[in-house]
């Protein structure tokens, strides 16, 4: 049987962790690296990696000491209008998971009793599933068996915690960054992965689930007749919603003092191989280059990336609005330019606003008097250093280059957001790049043009 191609780390946070209780889902995230990239002996997160986080209204009540452990409660999920787990939900599971080049499989902490069942319960109650072809492995029964193994004599080896939070003391070192955050959870199970690979990754190869291997957590209650969804009971102002990567807050969480990322916070990070030559100065800036996009058989934009782009933008409160530094001469035209050429479009109704456009509209109403203000740089890097006092985590990654952005635009959110609100184009508004050349006879996605390296099996 193939080795796993991609390792999809998951974690969920729920309602409750027992089963009497019929937990639901209030929070998914996704993490995929490649073979190749599991393997690297280097702990840091590798360059190309996808993400996936999304937050979801559970329609039940989420018990107090579940909201302290993990920050989720009906209180910030109903004010930032998180939808319940609906078609728009599985359209951006399945679109992310079916971007990753296959076998993929999909790696959870406790996963077997736990994760696997809770999401299989949730998907069967829409009458849907898991693309065909994933793999469910455990990273417990990993563990537990590596940890057997390890052990030698007859004398049995003392017993050590095999939770999340023992093991990344254990091989990382340190603190996890926050426990009962899904994004969180879900790298810290990235690094306990990676600094055990090399056995690992084989009993993964060896030892995994099927979809139907895994039992539903209990049988769903159907659903009543005028069961509302949460996003029906709140009236829907404007949302924003930061560009490729994708980071969607709510405009209420935007207009909030508070600087910090706001706990209800959705992420899509997509890496995508451009079918060309990516010149040598742009590799540089990126970190992103043909060599790492093809070791990590990154498929080119194709209607998966659509799919899950698509169900991502629909999982918000409408309207939604796209939000871009320099996005109307350079986002917003690259983007149309490549769904175009794929026949296809962002949902109707969504807003796109230039957040450059919107700092210059601010920084001309706060001069004051005849003498023409001092010129600052409106770069977002500037903006960063001016309203944030600190240098941006990392420039020209995508995830780092958009939470900067977000950062300045809650900074100035006051005058920002109502500007956004009169000043948007729409997709008609939005003029293609440049007219793609059309796609030659016989040309292939970068997946299917490189030959599969051999990996790796340890035994």
């Known amino acids: 049987m193939d080795p796993i191609r991609s390792f999809v780390f998951l974690d969920l946070e729920a309602t409750s962790c027992e089963v009497s209780a019929r937990p639901k889902i209030t929070e998914l995230c996704l993490v995929a690296l490649h073979r190749s990239a599991v393997l690297n002996p280097d702990t840091r997160l590798p360059r190309v990696t996808d993400k996936l986080l999304l937050a979801v209204y559970p329609n039940k009540p989420i ?4 909201c302290e452990l993990t920050g989720l409660n009906n209180e910030n999920l109903t004010e930032n209008e998180r939808a319940v787990l609906d078609a728009n939900f ?26 696997f ?33 390890c052990s030698t004599g007859d004398a049995p080896s003392e017993r ?53 291997d895994i039992q539903q957590m209990y049988t769903p209650s159907p659903v009543k007749p005028g069961r509302i969804n949460n996003r029906e009971r709140t009236r829907s102002p404007t949302k924003l919603c930061f560009t490729l990567c994708l980071v969607a807050l709510h405009r209420s969480a935007v207009l909030n003092p508070d600087t910090r990322l706001p706990r209800v916070t959705d992420k899509l990070l997509l890496a995508v191989y451009p079918n060309k030559p990516i010149p ?36 918000q409160p409408p309207p939604v609005g796209l ?42 109403d706060c001069s004051t008097g005849d003498a023409p203000s001092e010129r600052v740089s409106l770069s977002l890097e500037s903006l960063y250093h001016r309203y944030v006092s600190r240098d941006p985590r990392r420039a020209h ?8 952005l977000v950062g300045v635009i809650k900074a100035r959110a006051a005058t920002l957001v109502p500007w956004m609100d009169r000043n948007f184009l729409s997709w008609d508004d939005i003029q293609q790049m440049y007219t793609p050349s059309p796609v030659k006879p016989g040309r292939i996605n970068n997946r299917e043009r490189t030959r599969s390296p051999t990996k790796l099996c340890f035994t």
């Open 323 to 364: 939000v871009a530094h320099n996005g109307a001469k350079f986002d917003f035209p690259l983007l149309k330019t490549e769904l175009m050429k794929l026949n296809t479009r962002l949902p109707e109704g969504v807003r796109f606003c230039d957040s450059l456009l919107a700092f210059r509209e601010a920084d001309r």
């Open 90 to 115: 599985v359209a951006a599971l399945s679109g992310f998971l079916q971007r990753q080049p296959p076998p993929v499989g999909l790696v959870a902490h406790n996963g077997a009793k736990f994760d």
């Open 280 to 315: 040598g100065p742009v590799c540089e800036l990126t970190g992103l280059n043909n060599e790492n996009l093809t070791e990590n058989e990154r498929a080119v934009l194709d209607v998966n990336f659509v799919a899950a782009l698509c169900g991502f933008l629909q999982r």
């Open 160 to 212: 050590v915690s095999l939770s999340l939070e023992s093991l990344y003391h254990r091989y990382v070192s340190r603190d996890p960054r926050r426990a009962h955050t899904a994004e969180d959870d879900t790298l810290a199970l990235v690094g306990v992965i990676k600094a055990r690979a090399a056995t690992l990754v084989p009993w993964m190869d060896r030892n995994f689930l099927s979809w139907d």
């Open 63 to 66: 018990p107090g000491p579940v």
């Open 117 to 149: 069942p809770l999401l299989k319960t949730e998907l069967m109650k829409l009458n849907t599933r898991l693309p065909e072809g994933v793999r469910f492995c455990d990273s417990l029964l990993a563990f537990r068996e590596a940890d057997r193994d």
């Open 397 to 404: 990654t995508a995830e780092d280059d958009a939470l900067a």
